[in-house]
């Protein structure tokens, strides 16, 4: 069965703990990316990848952090210095480039506590 | 740059009846325009696409239409049902960004269907 997962459904933050939030695809997918999503607004792009061991800043990068290590895995690391991380994360996946069509995860809820 | 923007927030139809969403954009470059589905709580979800070479596409009770003359994007659903209601945006590419980045999102119509 193939498609995207996120892990954890729920993510709870003490302040000034990073914490990271976990993506994988078994799309065999060379791009993937991160997209943050508030209330009534679109999403907004955190981070890309293109290809393993390379990663790009999308619009509103700071506090966050990402590594690409493997093609099927893009975690994300929600830094304390992200001071409103409070949001729901959607991961997303696409055989190549922006042409082409991303495929989203189920997508994970960041509380603070 | 790339704005996307959707004309209405919240669109309220009869079961049964057609809808219409729209979308407009800015960068008369853009070239591949997707419509998602996104329901309370979960991701995204892919309904169609076009390519700015086409006018209209048609999928299962969707339809998309792309005017590039005003650069306007509509989704038509038909027979509207109550598992259509969800939040639907629109996401425009273009070409300048080269990358992920020239992907834009639309902030969303919420279409609630009334019995």
């Known amino acids: 069965d193939g498609g995207i997962t996120q892990s954890p459904k729920y993510l709870f933050r003490k302040e000034g703990q990073n914490v990271t939030l976990s993506c994988e695809q078994n799309?065999?997918?060379?791009?993937m990316y991160w997209y943050r999503q508030d209330p009534g607004q679109g999403l907004r792009l955190i981070y890309y990848?293109?290809?393993?061991?390379?990663?790009q800043k999308g619009d509103i990068a700071e506090g966050y952090s990402v590594s690409r290590e493997k093609k099927e895995s893009f975690p994300l690391t929600v830094t304390s210095a992200q001071k409103n991380p409070t949001a729901f994360y959607l991961c997303?996946?696409?055989?190549?480039?922006?042409?082409?069509?991303?495929?989203f995860g189920p997508g994970t809820r960041l509380l603070v506590l | 740059g790339e704005s996307v923007g959707l004309h209405l927030p919240t669109l309220s139809v009869q079961e049964g009846d057609n809808s219409i969403i729209n979308c407009a954009y800015s960068?008369?470059?853009?070239?591949?325009f997707i419509w998602y589905k996104q329901e309370s709580g979960k991701g995204p979800q892919f309904i169609i696409d076009i390519r700015s070479n086409m006018d209209k596409r048609q999928g299962q009770r969707v339809t998309v239409l792309l005017n590039k003359t005003v650069k306007h994007l509509s989704l038509q659903i038909a027979a509207t049902q109550p598992g259509d209601s969800a939040v639907y945006f629109c996401a425009v590419t273009h070409p300048a960004g080269g990358g992920a980045d020239g992907l834009t999102f639309g902030k969303g119509t919420h279409l609630i269907i009334q019995p």
């Open positions: 960068n008369s470059a853009s070239d591949y």
């Open positions: 990848s293109q290809i393993v061991n390379d990663f």
């Open positions: 997303a996946s696409s055989i190549g480039g922006y042409q082409e069509t991303q495929y």
């Open positions: 799309l065999n997918h060379d791009a």
